[in-house]
C-alpha cells in the first residue's frame, strides 16, 4: 500500500503538534506470511503428478496451510502474553503442534519419493519450524498470589475493551482521512497502558472499569458518526471537534493510569511507614 508523505503543515497533518506516535511493529512478520506462500507450490506440483502424487501434494498443502495458520495465531499469542506483567499461558500450544504439522505436511509431500525420504523431510520440517518460531509459552506468568476470579474479570473487560478500540479504528478508515487514522492508532497504544497497567494489578479494575467500558463506548460511537458524516461532506469543523475529542479523552485515560499508579505508591508509602512503627516499638530499627 503506499504512503502519503507530509509534515506538520501539509494537508490533513495529524491535528497534535507533535504528530502521530511511532507505531510497534507487528508480531506477525515476513516469516509467519512466507508460510502461506510456500504451500502453494505443492499445489501447483500437484496437477502435474499421477492421481497418488495429485492427493499426496494436496494433501501436504492442506496441512501447511492449517501449520502456517496455527503458527500465526501462536504468535500473536505469544506477543500478548510477553506484552503482559501478568498472563496466563495460552490455552493451545499452537506453535508447537504447527512444527508438527509442518513435519508431517512434508512427510506427505516427501512419500511419493519413498518412505526413508519422508521421514527424513518430516523431522527436519518439524525441526526447523521449531528452530525459528521456537515453544509456546508453557506456564502461567506473575500469576502467585493472584485472585483467578479477579483475572478472569480484568481478561474480559480488556478483550470487550479492544473489541471497541478495533471498531474505532474500522469506522475511521471510512472517513478515508490517513492523518486522523493514524490519530486514532496513536489514541489506542495510549489507551492500552492503561489497559496494561490493570492487567499488572486486577484490583484497579474497579477504578478503572468506566473507562473500559462508557468511555470507550462513547468514543466507538462518536467515531462511526464522525466518519459517516465526514465522508459524505468532509466537514471541516466536525473533524477539528473529532481531533478535540480524542485529544481529551487521551488525556483522561493517561491521568487515569497516573492515578492508579500514585495510589499503587501511596499504599507502598503507608506499607513502609507501619513496618517502621512495628520495627520500633519493638526496637529492631537501627538509629
Do not use: C
Amino acid at each position: 500500500m503506499t504512503q502519503r508523505f507530509g509534515g506538520r503543515f501539509s494537508p490533513n497533518a495529524d491535528p497534535r503538534p507533535g504528530g502521530p506516535a511511532p507505531a510497534r511493529p507487528h508480531p506477525v512478520g515476513a516469516r509467519v506470511n512466507l508460510l502461506f506462500v510456500v504451500p502453494f507450490i505443492f499445489a501447483i506440483r500437484a496437477f502435474f503428478n499421477d492421481p497418488v502424487g495429485l492427493a499426496l501434494n494436496l494433501g501436504a498443502f492442506a496441512v501447511l496451510m492449517l501449520a502456517a495458520w496455527l503458527t500465526r495465531d501462536g504468535v500473536l499469542a505469544q506477543a500478548a502474553y510477553e506484552a503482559r506483567k501478568i498472563a496466563r499461558r495460552p490455552a493451545i500450544p499452537r506453535k508447537i503442534f504447527a512444527s508438527v504439522l509442518t513435519g508431517g505436511g512434508l512427510a506427505l509431500a516427501g512419500l511419493s519419493g519413498g518412505l526413508g525420504g519422508a521421514v527424513i523431510f518430516g523431522i527436519l520440517g518439524a525441526a526447523l519450524h521449531f528452530g525459528a518460531f521456537g515453544p509456546d509459552p508453557l506456564a502461567d506468568k506473575g500469576m502467585e498470589g493472584i485472585d483467578t476470579f479477579q483475572t478472569d474479570r480484568v481478561t474480559r473487560a480488556v478483550e470487550e475493551a479492544e473489541t471497541h478500540l478495533s471498531a474505532m479504528q474500522d469506522a475511521i478508515k471510512r472517513s478515508g482521512d490517513r492523518a486522523l487514522a493514524s490519530r486514532v492508532e496513536s489514541f489506542g497504544a495510549t489507551i492500552r497502558q492503561l489497559f496494561r497497567a490493570v492487567e499488572n494489578d486486577p484490583r484497579r479494575l474497579n477504578a478503572a472499569q468506566r473507562y473500559l467500558g462508557v468511555y470507550l463506548v462513547g468514543a466507538r460511537d462518536a467515531t462511526v458518526k464522525f466518519a459517516d458524516l465526514y465522508a459524505r461532506n468532509r466537514d471541516q469543523q466536525a473533524r477539528v471537534n473529532y481531533a478535540a475529542l480524542l485529544d481529551d479523552l487521551e488525556s483522561r485515560f493517561a491521568l487515569r493510569r497516573e492515578a492508579l499508579l500514585e495510589n499503587d505508591r501511596t499504599d507502598l508509602e503507608i506499607e513502609i511507614e507501619v513496618l517502621r512503627e512495628r520495627l520500633e516499638r519493638e526496637g529492631l530499627r537501627a538509629e
